[in-house]
């Protein structure tokens, strides 16, 4: 059964069941500080199990994109090694929502695995929860009995806390699971030992494929339980490992989930998979993880160096990596293989297929980065080889070329062992852990539970149409990280505070507390459907009516940035083509930042004309025409632009001005004269294929321009106060132009004085004429000097070190003769010297340069090119 077929099985199985069928959610997470990705297929749904949104239906099925490389779900160190475990996955999950329980779960999961998908009852295990005593919770017996009816009680087990009881986090809903696991395993291995024995013992033929998960707890914050009021289903199951039960296999690797990408990585690396085992888990390594970067970029997460663009840039330098040592891949070739990937799950995730132009733009740039930067790793691990006392090289310096310069630990230890090297695993871990931990403490929440005040099922937000209003605290609880120390996180029953969403940051202001007393509302942000203000201390009467007080000047400047940035992006699309597409965007009080898919720099006329394109609209007062609770539909009819990454419901807003529409939730000025003035401050690359303008608007363009005349007259004053100003600067730099060639004429001068008596300096070093000196010429005269002499002269070996305030630079120039004939190569030699400088090079066998910081090192250049020569 090919793996397109079982997707659609599973779904159609739960249609049947009357499950609402929903796509995917976008893999990067919205309003959910707690996750960087989703790493589980409950991930989209806490809101409803936590009770603060209502679903479209109490019934849902859906296949969930995954990805878990960070936090308590961490796979990606194994993937690759086993033939189970991924960064990226889909979970194939149903949910009940205060409708069916256990019964129903069991019963359909035993009919899709059994009769639909015809699995051998006899290869099937299961495993309820046995109980804890730390929690005072018995055998899940409910659970067990409904099995008992369907399965031989020998392939029923017991599981403990750690497998069978599955916790959202530290806190909130809970509940034991029944896991089914499937033993596929040769007939003679079965007979050897019994599969009840490997069940949840990582063993790579006996693997769990689905795990029903029955929410009935509350955790709290001091770890005791509560029932929930209603009872709730969480199913997952694993589509990879599903596919290779179906498809009679041993690995995933070896379904048609994975086959097309590896056939496709032998045939550019010519390899073969199979042979052996390094090569093999390279292959399994990149097969996985441009799936997991390729739905990242498709769901908008570029990689970068900030937390969640990290992992993605971790991830695939993984890839490359491996692919660099196992594969002998020196240049891009990840890229090549999102077409492949685009043909297996394009279909069933059309975003693969929408953005894979970008997709593969943006891996190939990051590929070219980090094969630089492997290049500059292995000269700056050369110098710690060649500056190692003894046989054993500092952890702390491994560390640092990890850490630092993103080289890797395990390419570090191999080429160590090459040399006959180790280095001090403790100091590595040492400072490892160091990191780790200054990480975690910097972002750890400890939060006590919710104090509910008063029961309200629908926090309203006001903020689109009144900057302050009566509010009742209806829950709040006390948060304590070591970076903000202790705060409150307060939820009203209504609210004029925007939540950071959508680019847009959160709202800041202030509560009037009826006894004078005023508690600042520092940032506001949404959890879990939650709009939650962060406050540093709590109203002293929390059962009194508060006025909620938004900033108006932070508000005002934000809006006006927010709608600028829809202006900007109709302006794109207009001046630069309709290929364009918002890629993401951050909305401050104090500026704009807009990244947009485009191919090349912007001229300095598109950057006017898109200016001019806003301004206009400015000028053209054009009103806010909004349409809340919209059916998407009908927006989309209407020519409204959705945002890729986004996840939108059934009803939406839409925003317009003028010609522009498109569907937002922030807040936006009520006329485009309230902007003021649109003014672009910088335009440049983000990614391959992105592009990045940051803008102002509003009073901030009043204040960029007073500075830009302040500065004009602090320069007219510097000139003396000239009437032409220009003309001035001009003048100024024809002079310097001048000055220039005058120095340059000097210089030439100079080296041909230089050259004569060089010439007399030349050593015969068995037919060579060598000089290695250090001289006081600029670049360009060393090249003119040592072109001008071989012109001259035959067997020329020179070698010159020059050094200013800022560089030092190495030139070796060597007759072609000589290289033809000896083999000399000035290449390899400046390569090698170079890091007596600190630095590196390279160039032609005749001709080459290198660069560095070290005049220190120029005396033993120039002492150890002789050997070169002999």
């Known amino acids: 059964m090919k793996s397109q077929d079982i997707r659609a099985k599973f779904l159609e199985f739960f249609k049947s069941k009357t499950h609402q069928i929903v796509p995917s959610a976008p893999m990067v997470t919205k309003n959910d500080p707690t996750l960087m990705f989703v790493n589980s297929g409950m991930a989209p749904f806490k809101e409803y199990f936590l009770g603060n949104g209502t679903p479209t239906s109490n019934r849902i099925a859906d296949t969930q994109k995954c990805l878990r490389v960070s936090g308590k779900h961490n796979d990606l160190e194994e993937v690759g090694y086993d033939t189970y475990h991924h960064t990226m996955f889909e979970m194939l999950g149903n949910w009940s929502f205060g409708d069916y329980f256990k019964k129903e779960a069991i019963a359909w999961a035993w009919e899709l695995l059994t009769e639909v998908y015809g699995i051998d009852k006899d290869i099937l295990y299961v495993t309820v929860f046995e109980g804890s005593e730390e929690d005072g919770l018995k055998l899940d017996q409910e659970a067990y009995d409904l099995w008992k009816e369907i399965v031989p009680e020998e392939r029923i087990l017991m599981g403990n806390k750690a497998d069978n009881f599955w916790e959202m986090g530290s806190q909130g809903p809970c509940g034991p699971c029944s896991e089914i696991h499937v033993d596929i395993r040769s007939d003679e291995e079965k007979a050897k030992v019994p599969g009840a024995d490997l069940v949840n013992m990582d063993h790579p033929q006996v693997v769990e494929i689905w795990n029903l998960v029955f929410m009935q707890y509350n955790r709290k914050a001091d770890k005791s339980l509560e029932k929930l009021p209603s009872q709730h289903v969480d199913t997952g199951m694993g589509f990879e490992r599903l596919c290779m039960v179906l498809q009679d296999v041993k690995s995933n690797y070896d379904t048609d989930v994975f086959t097309p990408i590896i056939r496709e990585i032998e045939t550019i690396a010519n390899v073969d998979y199979g042979n052996d085992e390094k090569v093999d888990v390279a292959i399994r390594v990149i097969a996985d993880h441009v799936r997991a970067v390729s739905f990242s970029i498709a769901d908008g997460q570029l990689p970068s160096n900030n937390t969640r663009g990290y992992v993605i840039r971790r991830i695939l330098r993984r890839a490359v990596r491996y692919g660099f ?236 940035n927010h709608t600028a940035t829809h202006l900007l992006h109709q302006a794109l699309r207009e001046v630069l083509g309709t290929h364009v597409e918002q890629k993401g965007s951050a909305v401050h009080s104090k500026y704009l930042r807009f990244d947009f898919s485009h191919f090349s720099k912007m001229t300095v006329e598109e950057l006017r004309d898109v200016e001019n394109f806003v301004n206009a609209r400015i000028e053209g007062k054009l009103p806010l025409e909004e349409i809340r609770n919209r059916p998407v539909a009908e927006a989309m009819a209407d020519g409204a632009m959705a945002l890729f990454g986004e996840k939108y419901g059934d009803t939406v807003r839409s925003i317009r001005f003028g010609q522009s529409i498109e569907l937002c939730g922030g807040t ?203």
């Open 668 to 870: 936006h000025v009520e006329n485009t004269a309230d902007i003021w003035h649109f003014k672009i401050k910088s335009e440049g690359a983000v990614a391959a294929g992105i592009r990045r303008i940051e803008a102002i608007t509003f009073d901030a363009t009043k204040e960029f321009y007073f500075e830009n005349n302040r500065a004009y007259y602090e320069i007219k004053d510097v000139l003396n106060n000239p009437k032409d100003t220009v003309k001035a600067v001009t003048d100024l730099k024809d002079e310097n132009a001048k000055l220039k060639k005058q120095i340059e004429s000097l210089l030439k001068d100079k080296a041909k004085n230089l050259k004569g008596d060089l010439k007399n300096e030349l050593e015969d070093i068995d037919g060579v004429q060598f000089l290695a000196k250090q001289v006081d010429l600029d670049q360009n005269g060393i090249k003119n000097l040592a072109f001008e002499l071989g012109g001259e002269m035959k067997n020329l070996f020179l070698f010159f070190a020059t050094a200013t305030e800022s560089k030092v630079m190495l030139t070796c120039y060597i007759s072609k003769e000589l290289v033809a004939e000896r083999g000399y190569d000035a290449g390899k030699v400046v390569r090698e010297l170079g890091k007596l400088i600190h630095g590196g090079g390279g160039g032609q066998a005749f001709f080459a340069t290198a660069g560095g910081k070290n005049p220190g090192g120029i005396p033993k250049a120039i002492e150890r090119v002789r050997e070169y020569v002999k």
């Open 325 to 560: 040592t196992f594969l002998n891949k020196k240049e891009p070739f990840i890229y090549r293989l999102v077409d492949v990937l685009d043909k297996k799950m394009g279909k069933a995730f059309p975003e693969i297929k929408e953005q894979k132009q970008l997709i593969q733009n943006v891996i190939r740039e990051e590929e070219q980065s980090f094969l630089r930067t492997l290049e500059q790793g292995l000269v700056l691990l050369d110098r710690v080889i060649e500056n190692v006392e003894g046989k054993v090289v500092s952890g702390k310096k491994v560390f640092e070329l990890k850490d630092t310069y993103g080289f890797p630990q395990d390419l570090t230890e191999l080429i160590l062992s090459e040399h006959g090297l180790t280095y001090n695993e403790d100091e590595f871990n040492a400072a490892l852990k160091k990191q780790q931990e200054d990480g975690r403490v910097g972002t750890k929440i400890e939060a006590d539970d919710w104090v509910v005040l008063l029961e309200d099922e629908d926090e309203e937000f006001v903020g689109y149409d009144t900057l302050e209003v009566d509010v009742r605290l209806t829950r709040y609880r006390k948060i304590e990280t070591k970076k903000e120390g202790v705060q409150y996180q307060l939820v009203f029953n209504m609210t004029p505070f925007y939540p950071e969403g959508g680019g847009q940051v959160g709202d800041k202001g202030y509560l009037e507390v009826p006894n004078g007393d005023v508690v600042y509302i520092l940032d506001t942000k949404k959890e879990n459907n939650l709009i939650i203000h962060l406050a540093k201390n709590l109203p002293k009467h929390v059962d009194q009516t508060l006025r909620a007080v938004v900033d108006k000047k932070q508000r005002e400047r934000t809006a006006a």
